[in-house]
């Protein structure tokens, strides 16, 4: 296959796989079903939240690129933290609902060892999405993925991947995914999913 046709199959690809997480964006929807396939070790919880229990939690690949404030960074670099990552467009109702928590949360758990860290997808106007993080107070960083390269790419399969838009998944300490949801949070939710891994030894 020549340089070209590999270039545009996997274009090709991440494109359908955004087309998939588009069908499924911002709809309300709320399966709590596993996606990836395979063995996930995890337990499926209510209201679209699911998590893994310590020892049987897959890390994520490589999440890594330039932030919509033009910066590089790799959510790698951040092992030792526990990681909020929320999957994010400016053009989603749900999004901009959650985002006022997402602000506070991130505020109130800084001090305790908590990152939030967002991947901003299908925006093709960066001056949007930072319109909308200046709108909402959200000083913590944000991807900027608008062809969903690094949701496609930046999961195992078989694992707690984003498959909904909005997504959030939070990694433990030792970098490796321990929780996600399928929807909009609230301030509580998020307390509920962060704090027990803040808690962990």
Not at 99 to 125: C, L, M, Q, W, Y
Request: glycine fraction near 12%; hydrophobic fraction near 40%.
């Amino acid at each position: 296959m020549s340089l070209v046709r590999a270039s545009r199959a996997a274009v090709l690809t991440a494109v359908v796989a955004v087309g998939a997480l588009t069908l499924s964006a911002c709809d309300g929807a709320d399966s709590g079903k596993s996606g990836g396939g395979g063995d996930t070790n995890f337990v499926a919880g209510t209201g679209g939240i699911s998590t893994a229990a310590k020892g049987k939690r897959t890390a994520p690949k490589k999440l890594a690129g330039e932030t919509l404030e033009g910066r590089r960074l790799d959510v790698a670099d951040l092992k030792g933290k526990v990681v909020v990552m929320n999957v994010w467009g400016s053009w989603c109702a749900p999004c901009r609902a959650e985002a006022p928590h997402f602000a506070k949360v991130s505020r109130e758990t800084k001090a305790k060892g908590v990152e939030f860290v967002g991947i901003n997808t299908r925006d093709a106007n960066k001056g949007q999405a930072v319109t909308f993080e200046e709108d909402y107070g959200i000083d913590y960083p944000s991807l900027y993925d608008p062809m969903g390269k690094l949701i496609v790419n930046g999961f195992p399969r078989g694992s707690l991947m984003p498959q909904a838009i909005p997504s959030t998944i939070v990694l433990d300490r030792e970098g490796k995914i321990a929780a996600r949801a399928l929807k909009a949070l609230d301030a509580d939710e998020l307390h509920k999913i962060i704090d027990p891994l803040i808690a962990e030894k």
